[in-house]
Every structure is written in structure tokens, then in C-alpha cells.
């Protein structure tokens, strides 16, 4: 449910972004990645509490970070 509400949140605010235009747009558009960044972290604790539910690893979430590491991991 948190992926999928943060989803939604993320789709509405770039459709707002990108069919304002001018300064309004810009301020939805900024709005967007504050609320990217705010949610990073929280985002990361709900992926590790996924894959710890799975029987898998917390540390998985930084190996896929790694460029290389992560394509062939993941």
C-alpha cells in the first residue's frame, strides 16, 4: 500500500507539473522533489522490511545500488 499511495502521489503531482505552466508549474515541479527526497528514506525501510519478510538480506537494497554489482545482482 505504501508503494502504491506514493505512487499515485508522484504521478499526480508530475501530471499537475507539466500542465501548468510558468512559475506554478515550477513551484509543482519543485514540490515533486522535495517530496522524492523526503520519501527516500522511508522508501529504503519499506524495501529492507520486504526483503527481510522474504527471508532475504536488508544489505541486498546497497548491493543493487553498485553500478555494476547491481546489474547482475538484480
Do not use: E
Amino acid at each position: 500500500m505504501f508503494s502504491l499511495i506514493d505512487l499515485s502521489i508522484k504521478v499526480g503531482l508530475l501530471v499537475i507539473a507539466m500542465t501548468l505552466r510558468g512559475d506554478l508549474g515550477k513551484m509543482c515541479g519543485l514540490l515533486l522533489i522535495v517530496y522524492c527526497l523526503a520519501l527516500l528514506l522511508p522508501m529504503l525501510g519499506v524495501t529492507v522490511r520486504r526483503l527481510q519478510d522474504t527471508n532475504h538480506s536488508g544489505w541486498w537494497v546497497i548491493a543493487t545500488m553498485i553500478p555494476l554489482v547491481g546489474v547482475v545482482v538484480g
